[in-house]
């Protein structure tokens, strides 16, 4: 992202830089392609700034035999969208208690672990498509919302 006075920018515009006809254009682009609610709320910003959205999720959570393990935004980054960041991390932390009792191995752990993330990655993309607010078209809506629903039980 290029900011009003020709800087490079990878993640984040910040407050104040974004060029005045960027903005403008961005808000018309709002208002024919987004919902009335979220093409309302993209027209009243008055500064805007722009974070970019990113899934990552490591292939991995459990390093060093069990010794070193990724929990919440170190296991995976999830956009805002799914609302399960939190969720994610008190879920494998919920299930660690099961590892170090004895009762789920580090294995089964870090496939559940992975598994939610994943699920957890398809909502985000699933309710941005829902909302219009990617370009990306949804993959599966239903079988998504399925997986999220029997997650979640």
Request: aromatic fraction near 8%; charge should be positive.
């Amino acid at each position: 992202m290029t900011d009003n006075k020709n800087k490079y920018h990878r993640y984040t515009l910040p407050i104040g830089k974004m060029a005045p006809d960027v903005w403008e254009h961005q808000k018309a682009l709002a208002r024919k392609n987004l919902s009335p609610l979220f093409a309302e709320l993209i027209t009243k910003v008055k500064r805007p700034f722009i974070q970019v959205i990113t899934d990552l999720i490591s292939p991995n959570a459990v390093f060093f035999q069990g010794k070193v393990l990724l929990v919440g935004d170190a296991l995976a980054t999830l956009r805002p969208s799914s609302a399960l960041g939190t969720n994610q991390a008190a879920r494998s932390a919920m299930n660690l208690v099961a590892v170090l009792e004895g009762a789920m191995s580090f294995e089964e752990w870090e496939k559940r672990s992975l598994e939610f993330a994943q699920m957890a990655r398809n909502v985000g993309i699933q309710r941005e498509a829902l909302f219009n607010l990617s370009p990306r078209p949804a993959e599966n809506p239903t079988a998504a919302s399925e997986q999220q629903k029997d997650s979640m039980l």
